[in-house]
């Protein structure tokens, strides 16, 4: 039996010892018109030998063409020691670190994790993780309006710059609590969110404003003073980012006069597969002012009995398994096993490795914009500076030329016709460090034969 | 030592290509970084020796028994981690076109598929990422059902004393408020309490069945119908399905909605805390309501159903595809098992826990519910050495460390003082149960003639007992450099 190592004579010996005359007898409390038999639907089990071509024929069956697809999920290389080390089996099947003495491999992994995150968010806090970017922002503004006691309202501001997967995703686990999401226009040339889209909200009650950076468009939002303004209105600053991007753009902690309130994002450019979406891992950080109100789990350093240092969970008392229905969150398993991943990533790369890996995905999408507004009819959308995304309006239905290219072996982009309506024939682009010059012409080629 | 304190300036570890020079140029000043970010700098051995031996600090399933009550630390198939990680998995994008998508999305449906079949329910979503955000999808989509019949009294959700929880956590991210029920004396829902809780505000009921005291609500068809001719619905959390499955369907038991852990019952690793996975099953009255994107069928094509396809829906609880990977894992085990394989996880789940009940109570030690069949795990109590030994159920599974077993659960359920919650799932051995066994025999020994061993222990892991009040207090989050 797979994965079941019971002799008969074992099954024998402990049912004698049960005192149970046979398997089925053990489940005599469960009444008998709930019992089944056979489940006829289900398949016949498979050996390793068949499941391994089953799995190979269906992972055949998708193509994997040039990626120029980002919009919230960025390929990257990874090194071949982050998974090596991260598959391990200490780290791939342990249990979430109850147990301090028996974890310590994993929670030192994660206070490492925290620090770093800390470190580039330029934030006092980082949590031990959440499930992805758009759930990590619905609990940011949970914790942004549970922070904010200067506010008496759920009222917070949302720019349409931020990607609308994670507004939609924050909208469906927040409405429930009374949370009011207000959509800000952007500029329709440079593509970020002007002062003047907030000025109708000066002097009302806000809880907190979202800044995404960059934004969905690629583009680089004014932080410094989006940031400003909220604090001027006592509301809160939200920060959405890209964490590659913090190696080479301010950290939210340092904009504006007092920094950021709270940061959260996507850390699937950290060693994360694009793997269809997911298992990726949503970070949180915050001032340290706000650390009680955080949802998830926290590692702390402390000293054991011999005053010998460890890590162990801290601030529990947030937690549901201790505060039940107080707690900050229903939250409960993370993503552990994504942030092992993230915290070999970032030791591997370094403070210089990183910064080349944004520098290089910022050059690459420069020069892959310059290569496609080459072709006729093909222009940016916006005049503002980009991070490793930019907009292109195109002479053509986004989807049919996203078809063509693909036709071409390309996954060319993002089409923004069902997001954005009002940007026309708009396509998000993206060239990370995986692109060389010769991808680039190859898009660009496919892209001028298509049109 | 920290990775931090290994770092050295200018020393690197796997070197990314160059940018050309001035590559950021465009960028103003004002909204570039000023310091390098702290990093730590060390060179790729390094990395690899660091982790390498912190991993080995850890208890894990492929190193330990790990009886975790409520938690189903089965074996993890190496299979199924080579086989997600195949190169057309990683590599897809989560936006790439379904005409480039249908070996994943076939995935994904049968899976939908074979998990409707053995829950007895309607339909399956699979996109919630862990237990926690699939009881929030089922209470969400309750909360939405009752909106949608314009029943908006139904504010109040029911919840056992012995609950996980997330179970009023989640009620309460819902919007609902919470009213507990007691366990009777033989573990089961109290009914007369019951019968008095349900009403006109009465949004519904979450259970766990079996309970977390490790026993078969007996009553459930009762509690069914008690909570639906009130006009509730009933929410199953599917953190022990391990113990029914393919033996027993909450569908067949009247509950609407459920979710179930594939990081318990379909052996996907549990990763130091995560990720999971949460799908949610319902029966048709909540169809509507599902969390998208799931997978339909037209024809022989897949493809995804999203907003257009459900405008009821209570929308999407991820940006993308929730914890695919996790998700794939656990179709290649579903398929391993296939039909007859489905029981055979709950009859020797079910015999394990049983069998080391049986031989620990032998040993001397006392379960919670003499007179109950345990199911998949059960609860043993140490309020008799606590109050005879001063020996307590924290102080028993810190000596367990010790001799090279995990300590079940600690403490939960709230309600049976100094407990231990003790799941062996299917997939240990004969002996190793038996070496457990052998284990709390010396540790109750060793209470009764050198307590200071136990008191003290752990005696031989890497760390002792930690100072957590400290940890609270101090509050070291973060490790920072010197010079700030």
Redesign the interface.
Known sequence: ??????TPD??R???A????PS?EA??????P????G???????????RQ??R????????????L?F?G???Y?H?I?A?V???A???????????Y????????L?????Y???M???TAM???N??L?????ALAEALLMAVRANRKSKSKRILVPRTL?P??R??A???VH???LELIELPYDPTGGHTPAAALAPYAGQDIAALVIPQPNFFGV?EE??ALTDWAHRQQALAVAVVNPTA??????PG?WGEAGADIVCG?GQPFGA???????Y?GFLCCR?EW?RQMPG??????????G?P???L??Q?R?????????T??????????V?AA??Y????????????A??S??NT?ALVEQLTRTPGVSLAFDR?VFHEAILKLPRPAGEV?EGL?AHGV?GG?DLSGEYPELGDALLVCAT?TK?AEDLRRYAAALAETL | M???DQSRPG??????????DH??S???E?????R???????S?LQ??R???R???????????F?P?GS?T?????R?C?R???????????????E??????L??LYDLQ??LR??T?MQAVSLTP?????G??AGM?MI?AYHVARDDHARREVLVPDAA???N????????FT?REIPTDGNGDVDLAALRQAVGPQTAGLMLTNPSTLG??E?Q??EIAALVHDAGGLLYYDGANLNA?L????PG??GFDVMHM?L?KTF?T????????AGPVAVNARLEPFL?IPFVGKDGERYRWLSEADRPQS?????????????I?RAY?YA??????????V???S???A??LL??LAKAGFDPAFPH??ASHEFIITLKRQAKTLGITAMDF??RL?DLGF??PTTY?PLLVPECLLIEPT?????EELDGFVAAMRQIQQEAENSPEQVK?A?HH????????V???R????????AES
């Not at chain 1, 970032?346 to 890996?357: F, I, K, N, S």
Request: charged share 20%.
């Open positions: 039996m797979p994965f079941i190592p019971h074992d099954v010996a402990m049912l010892a049960i005192g149970a398997l053990l489940f005599d409390e469960i009444p018109a709930l019992r089944i056979e489940l006829p639907a289900l398949p016949e089990a498979l050996n390793e499941v391994t089953l799995m190979e024929q269906r992972a055949a069956d998708d193509p994997s063409p990626c697809l919009a919230g999920a390929e290389h090194p020691a998974w090596e080390i598959s391990r089996g200490e780290f791939y099947s342990a249990y979430t670190p147990q301090p003495e028996a974890s310590q491999g994993t030192q992994v994660l206070y490492e925290q620090s770093m800390a470190g580039l006092a806090v980082s031990a993780s499930y992805d970017g758009g759930s990607h997967l994670y939609r995703a909208r469906a686990i429930n609590q009374g680089l932080v410094d913090l190696a080479v753009l301010a950290p340092e996507d597969p694009l793997s269809s979406g997911g298992p891992f340290q650390v789990r926290l590692v702390g350093r402390t000293v054991d009995l011999d010998k460890g890590f162990t801290t601030l008392a937690e549901q398994h201790i505060r039940r229905s107080k707690a969150s229903n939250i409960c398993t993370n993503q552990g096993l994504m092992t915290t070999l970032l030791a591997l790369l370094g403070p210089h490795g990183l910064e080349q890996v520098a290089a910022h050059a420069r500076p996203l693909l996954l993002f460090e060389d | 920290l990775i931090f020393r690197r570890g796997v070197i990314p290509a160059a940018a050309p590559a950021l465009d960028i103003p004002h909204l570039r970084r000023r390098a970010a702290p990093l730590p700098e060390v790729e990395v690899v660091h982790y390498t912190l991993s080995q600090k850890n208890f894990a399933i492929d190193t330990h790990y975790l938690c630390m089965k074996y993890n198939p299979i981690h086989l997600a990680s195949l190169p057309g998995f990683l590599a897809r994008h989560p936006l790439a076109p005409t480039i998508s249908q070996g994943f076939a995935c598929e074979m079949e053995v007895g990422m862990a237990g926690a955000q009881e929030f969400a909360r996980h929880g997330t009023p956590a989640t009620a309460i991210m819902c919007g919470i026993v078969f007996r459930i068809t029914i393919g033996k027993a369907r067949d038991m852990n990081h052996a690793p549990h990763g130091g805390g995560g990720p999971g969390p209570i929308g999407r609880l991820s940006a993308f595809m929730g914890n695919a990977g996790v794939l290649i398929r391993m098992l296939g039909r007859a394989g489905m029981g055979r709950a009859e020797y079910t015999l394990n049983n069998y049986a031989e109950r069949r599974a810190k460390l995990h300590a939960f299917e997939t240990e051995c004969r003290g752990p892991r890497p760390v002792r007992r930690l100072d957590e400290r940890a609270a101090d509050m070291d989050l973060a490790w920072r450099p």
